[in-house]
């Protein structure tokens, strides 16, 4: 006799557990992966308009650790009503509710007068916060339903957060190697919008099965009081290892580049460390974690005494990845030890994420206002190995005994690092710091320079001729372009986006019209200041030379049309160029300002990309003669190793310029590879 299918009877008759093992976990690992997709695509839609600093991620990762906070607090919330209906109708509503900012598209705002942070976290407030927030409180919610099921393993619903985990990790692996690559951030955006379609299909499904599944109407509630030590240190021994991967990061980025590329790797090291801690059965446990840890400490304190010297970036980048990941995993392996009873996963969870905001506070907020340098990075290290350090000495050692040793460990940490300052042969004479990055002035053996993330931007020696300093540091190929220009034409009307220290303004003459363009203010301040640098004040600038505090690419879309004869694009993020100063339609923009003979250069120097076929994408689209030049410098004149293009109609000063050692990019057989403001991919520009 046919029976009728009926909610009222337990769900599990008609679906075994394993069913209910895969839609759950399938559900948490696309929640995942799209709440991690998406910090790349929008951080680097956000890049181009902040200079290419590497804040603009710090500032992204703020943003979701506030909605992860939101999330996780609003599924307490929701743990704690104990009718099912009332959970599903108030998740359902707020699901229909984020669905109305979908499709998803991007629109970051232009700079104002506001702090850069208020204008990112406004844009990412506005147009995202209600789908991330959703998808943030997937996983507790999910984790707590679970534990509400009759299935035999939800008892510890822990593990299940590694589903959650793998999501993140798949996602961050595949944007840079697969997304990025092959979509343009428009269509990223679109199949990301499908993808959440999905996921609601999905949680749909995940409803009907908790809805008509056990106990229908009401959800026994037993709840264990848990003491404010204890979650203090849920709060703790997160935050520290977050705090660690964003110094990371952020160390990373100014070495390098600022790109998703790299912005992702600590953060795959800090998603591994959980994969392969909140395990019952963890691949290291703890007791063989203690018993390496002194070799980790002496490898990090070695890195924070010795830094960069003598030793590649890539080998420090690698150490410093190596021991954060260690420290990640002792870190998270105490917190998955801490956690409480199924009744207060959701508390779990929502102090966890309270010690992700606080760490991107710390990094993001607060460190680049109140400190010159990046120091948050050493002090959290030290923090981090004075609690290893309490953790690996005996318990049954005496408390007093073991706070002295901590603080004699980290007493040497200190001195080792301050003496290993001192020993540097440069005095420091200011040290500068805001949301574009660290900026310092150094005095070595009477020469000034300026640095900003350990890369040179010009430097000064005091009674060095003019002449000499007209192609000093990496401006010899740009001098001998400018020099033909200036026989040409009687005055020259000339952009400059990147300041440095001015030097470059010695390449020009009073009767030449100059603008220099720069969005740190700081840099003003130092390169104008006389006490470190006298290029501006000394060079013969002309009476009308202007001076705009603006991101490059936005100024150039106020200029007047076809009065430039040249532009030069000098503006460095550490030591890389800007990627919406390279894009076709940033080159189409330039193009307009110039006049038909009008000429610009572009310093590429760079030590771990090849920005060339770029550059000859750019000028094939724009129908110019591409030239190039690789000048290997020389230090008895102060010159650096750079690498130059040109791009131009002037038929003369291109035929000038191939007799003084330009080569047509095409003739070296370099490739076009195109950037537009939708597309970009470092992969096949890694040298």
């Known amino acids: 006799m046919h029976q009728e299918v009926s909610c009222q009877q337990p769900i599990d008759t008609y679906f075994n557990a394993r069913f209910q093992s895969i839609l759950f976990s399938t559900t948490l690992f696309l929640s995942a992966g799209l709440l991690f997709i998406i910090q790349p695509m929008v951080a680097k839609r956000l890049l181009p308009f902040y200079g290419g600093t590497p804040a603009v991620w710090t500032i992204c990762m703020l943003f979701f650790q506030v909605c992860v906070l939101l999330g996780y607090g609003y599924t307490w919330i929701l743990s704690r009503l104990t009718q099912k209906y009332f959970i599903w109708f108030i998740h359902g509503g707020i699901l229909l509710l984020a669905a109305t900012q979908l499709p998803l598209q991007w629109h970051p705002s232009t700079l104002t007068q506001l702090a850069p942070e208020r204008v990112i976290l406004n844009d990412l407030v506005t147009q995202l916060g209600l789908l991330i927030i959703v998808l ?77 599944g056990g106990e229908r109407e009401k959800l026994t509630h037993i709840f264990e009081w848990i003491s404010w030590r204890r979650r203090f240190q849920w709060f703790v021994y997160s935050l520290v290892p977050c705090s660690l991967m964003l110094g990371v990061t952020f160390y990373i980025t100014a070495e390098v580049v600022s790109t998703p590329l790299f912005w992702i790797l600590p953060l795959i090291v800090y998603l591994l460390s959980f994969i392969l801690t909140f ?65 207060g996963l959701t508390s779990f969870y929502w102090y966890f994420a309270l010690g992700g905001v606080a760490a991107g506070i710390l990094n993001g907020l607060l460190a680049p206002h109140y400190f010159t ?46 003496v290993n300052l001192g020993l540097k042969d440069a005095t420091i004479l200011s040290q500068q710091r805001n949301f574009y990055g660290v900026k310092q002035v150094v005095d070595q053996r009477g020469t000034h320079a300026l640095l900003s993330h350990h890369t040179v931007h010009g430097f000064e020696i005091p009674g060095l001729p003019r002449e000499v300093i007209q192609h000093s540091a990496y401006y010899g190929p740009a001098w001998s372009v400018v020099r033909q220009l200036k026989q040409e034409y009687t ?26 363009v720069d969005v740190d203010s700081q840099v003003f301040s130092l390169a104008s200041n006389p006490h470190y640098f006298t290029f501006i004040r000394d060079c013969g600038l002309p009476q009308g030379v202007h001076w705009i505090i603006e991101d490059g690419r936005s100024y150039m879309s106020k200029a007047p049309n076809q009065v ?54 750019c000028g094939r689209g724009q129908e110019d003669i591409v030239l190039f030049k690789r000048d290997q410098g020389d230090t008895t004149l102060g010159q650096f190793k750079s690498t130059w293009v040109l791009l131009t109609r002037n038929d003369v000063l291109a035929s000038k310029m191939m007799k003084k050692g330009w080569r047509f990019a095409t003739n070296a057989n370099t490739p076009a590879i195109t950037w537009t403001d939708d597309y970009s991919n470092l992969l096949p520009l890694l040298t």
């Open 136 to 212: 943030a409180s997937t996983s507790p919610l999910l984790q707590y339903l679970w534990s509400r099921t009759d299935v035999a393993s939800a008892r510890d619903p822990y593990p299940m957060f590694v589903a959650s985990n793998a999501g993140c990790l798949l996602a961050l692996l595949a944007y840079p190697f697969f997304v990025e690559r092959y979509w343009g951030l428009a269509d990223q955006l679109y199949y990301w919008t499908m993808a959440y379609l999905g996921y609601l299909a999905l949680i749909g499904m995940v409803f009907v099965l908790s809805y008509c």
């Open 491 to 516: 005055s020259l009307n000339a952009t400059i986006i990147g300041l440095g220290t001015g030097m470059m303004a010695c390449q020009f003459r009073r009767t030449d019209h100059l603008t220099f």
């Open 279 to 343: 395990v019952n059965y963890p691949l290291l446990s703890k007791k063989q974690l203690l018993q390496v840890l002194p070799y980790f400490i002496v490898l990090q304190v070695g890195l924070l005494c010795t830094g960069s010297v003598s030793v590649p970036v890539w080998l420090i980048v690698g150490l410093h990845l190596l021991t954060f990941g260690f420290f990640a995993c002792m870190f998270h392996t105490v917190l998955y030890q801490l956690r409480p009873e199924v009744s």
């Open 373 to 418: 340098g990046a120091y948050e990075y050493p002090l959290m290290l030290m923090l981090a190995i004075g609690m290893l350090l309490n953790m690996l000495m005996s318990s049954k050692m005496k408390r007093t005994l073991r706070i002295v040793m901590v603080l004699t460990c980290l007493a040497l940490m200190s001195f080792c690092y301050l």
């Open 564 to 617: 430039l004869d040249l532009l030069v694009i000098d503006a460095f993020s550490g030591d890389a160029i800007p990627t919406h100063l390279l894009t076709q339609e940033a080159f189409s923009l330039f193009q307009k300002k110039l006049t038909n003979r009008g000429t610009i250069l572009v310093n590429i120097s760079n030590r771990y990309l090849n920005l060339l076929p770029v550059l000859v994408a």
